[in-house]
C-alpha cells in the first residue's frame, strides 16, 4: 500500500519569505496527486492536482504555485508567503481519478 | 457553495452510544467518501461508497447513499472514546472531473468515557 510523507511537519515563517513544502510518495507508481488546505476548523480545499509529470492543474488562483519534477514528488511553492497562507497543508494521491484518496500528515504553516 | 455539506457540526455522546453523521450535496457524483481527521493531523480514509450502491459497511461503521435525496449518513455504532475525531464527507463528481474531493466542513464527534 501506499505511504505518503510531508515535510517539515510544521513550519513558521515570515510575511515575503519563500516556502517550499514537499510530498513524496512510496509504493505506486504513476499516482494522481493533489495538495489540499485546511483552514482551522474547516473542511479541505482542492489547491493543486497533477496526473503526471510536469502536469499541474491549479484550482484556485492564489499566491502558491506546484511542481512535480518526478513521478511521486510532489512540491509546493511560494515566491512570497501572506499571511493568508497560513494552514494545514495536506498532500494526497489516488490510483485513479476516481479512486480513494490517501492522504500524508500535513504540514502546519503559520505566516507571522 | 460548498458541495458537501454534514450535519450536524457537532455531535457529543456516550461511549456506547450510536452516532450518526449526515451529508448532503448538490450536484451528481461518482463517489462519495467518508473520511476521519484526528485534532492536528491527516486525513484517514474510512469507506468509499459508490453512486450505484446504497449501503455499505466496515467494521462498527455503516454508510448509506441516497441518490434521489442526494444526501449520505455514516453510522458508528457503539462509540469508543477513540473514536472523538471530525469526520469529513467528500464527493467526486460525476462527469468532467479530475477525481478531486470536494469536501463538507465536517462533524466533529465527542465520544465521552
Known amino acids: 500500500s501506499q505511504t505518503i510523507h510531508q515535510w517539515p511537519a510544521t513550519l513558521v515563517q515570515p510575511v515575503g519569505s519563500p516556502l517550499s513544502l514537499e510530498c513524496t510518495v512510496e509504493g505506486t507508481s504513476n499516482p494522481n496527486l493533489y495538495w489540499y488546505r485546511q483552514a482551522a476548523g474547516r473542511g479541505l480545499q482542492l489547491l493543486f492536482y497533477s496526473v503526471g509529470i510536469g502536469q499541474i492543474s491549479s484550482e484556485v488562483p492564489q499566491n502558491l504555485s506546484a511542481s512535480r519534477p518526478q513521478d511521486r514528488q510532489f512540491i509546493l511553492s511560494s515566491k512570497k508567503l501572506l499571511l493568508s497562507d497560513s494552514g494545514f497543508y495536506l498532500c494526497?494521491?489516488?490510483?485513479?481519478?476516481?479512486?480513494?484518496?490517501?492522504f500524508g500528515p500535513g504540514t502546519r504553516l503559520t505566516v507571522l | 457553495s460548498q458541495q458537501g455539506e454534514e450535519d450536524p457540526q457537532a455531535l457529543s455522546i456516550q461511549e456506547g452510544e450510536n452516532a450518526t453523521m449526515n451529508c448532503s450535496y448538490k450536484t451528481s457524483i461518482n463517489n462519495l467518501q467518508w473520511y476521519r481527521q484526528n485534532s492536528g493531523r491527516g486525513l484517514v480514509h474510512l469507506i468509499l461508497i459508490r453512486s450505484n450502491e446504497r449501503e455499505k459497511h466496515s467494521g462498527r461503521l455503516r454508510v448509506t447513499l441516497d441518490t434521489s435525496k442526494k444526501s449520505s449518513s455514516l453510522l458508528i455504532t457503539a462509540s469508543r472514546a477513540a473514536d472523538t475525531a471530525s469526520y469529513f464527507c467528500?464527493?467526486?463528481?460525476?462527469?468532467?472531473?479530475?477525481?478531486?474531493?470536494?469536501f463538507g466542513q465536517g462533524t466533529t464527534l465527542q465520544v465521552k468515557p
Open positions: 494526497a494521491c489516488s490510483r485513479g481519478r476516481t479512486d480513494t484518496q490517501y
Open positions: 467528500a464527493t467526486v463528481l460525476g462527469s468532467g472531473n479530475t477525481g478531486k474531493l470536494i
